[in-house]
């Protein structure tokens, strides 16, 4: 791992120890036993839509620092899915992302997407917090877990309804797609540099199983880039920063699908 995907683990667990400590998963596994509402299926949605598109809302990153750092989740996503997107991605960490739960919900609230819990899952218990704020599916990232952690989160995810997005960031990890796993995501950002190249995801679509629905994350700027990844095999594909350094994230997203179309 690099020193900042390093300091960003080691501040979730900490977070998730803090969270422990003060009682605050009580109650976590009621709570999605009383959630009422069916979670949707982020696989099957994208493998249908003419999109494809996962749109992401987040405000701020390590690598770019403020992107929109006023936005309302609910506002945005709703937008998003009026826009045309597949689905939406929202990123739960407040320490370098700027997110939370509340927006989770928020989104939850506003939009009948499916919703990906974006965050660095450490413990199950984030999984299982994901269901109780309307999450449809969670991510897990390779380089953050083991082998078994993996297969063990997932079944987790599994028994409350939940999907996977598995995102790895080299064919290095492929060996880390446990049975079961719903997505899997070539992140085209390499780790050591933050430089994005979707020459990743090229170079690794016919290396991925032939029967889990493929995401590109990362770097995608044009609709050329999309297609061409979509004729490599793609059927997702997760972009965030293109939309959120607008003032009106689902407008840019509109714009980026119809000039698609032209």
């Known amino acids: 791992m690099t020193d900042i995907l390093q300091q960003i683990v080691a501040n979730k667990r900490r977070e998730v120890a803090a969270k422990s400590a ?10 999605v036993t009383r959630a009422a509402r069916a979670p949707l299926s982020m696989s099957r949605r994208l493998a249908e839509s003419p999109t494809g598109i996962i ?3 987040k405000r701020r990153s390590p690598s770019k620092g403020e992107l929109h750092p006023m936005a309302m989740a609910g506002t945005v996503v709703s937008g998003y899915e009026r826009a045309g ?8 960490d407040t320490a370098y992302f700027g997110g939370s739960l509340d927006d989770l919900a928020a989104a939850r609230e506003s939009s009948s997407l ?13 999984i299982l917090e994901a269901r109780c704020y309307g999450a449809d599916a969670v991510l897990l990232i390779a ?15 599994h028994s409350v309804g939940l999907e996977v997005l598995l995102e790895l960031h080299g064919a290095c990890e492929l060996d880390m797609v446990a049975e079961g796993v719903d997505m899997v995501g070539v992140n085209n950002r390499n780790l050591a540099t933050f ?12 290396m991925l199983p032939a029967d889990i629905v493929k995401v590109a994350e990362s770097g995608l700027t044009s609709m050329e880039q999309v297609s061409e990844l979509r004729a490599a095999g793609y059927q997702g594909f997760l972009m965030g920063e293109r939309f959120m350094r607008y003032a009106d994230p689902a407008s840019a997203l509109n714009d980026f699908i119809n000039d698609g179309k032209q």
Do not use: H, N, W
Request: hydrophobic residues 45%.
């Open 114 to 126: 499916p919703l990906l819990r974006k965050e660095f899952v450490v413990d199950e218990r984030q």
């Open 22 to 31: 003060l009682g605050l998963y009580r109650g976590v596994e009621e709570g």
């Open 55 to 57: 749109a992401e809302f």
């Open 195 to 206: 430089m994005v190249d979707i020459e990743e995801s090229l170079s690794m679509a016919a």
């Open 143 to 157: 380089s953050v877990l083991t082998a078994k952690e993996v297969e063990r989160f997932t079944q987790t995810a």
């Open 85 to 92: 997107a597949a689905a939406c991605s929202v990123l739960t």
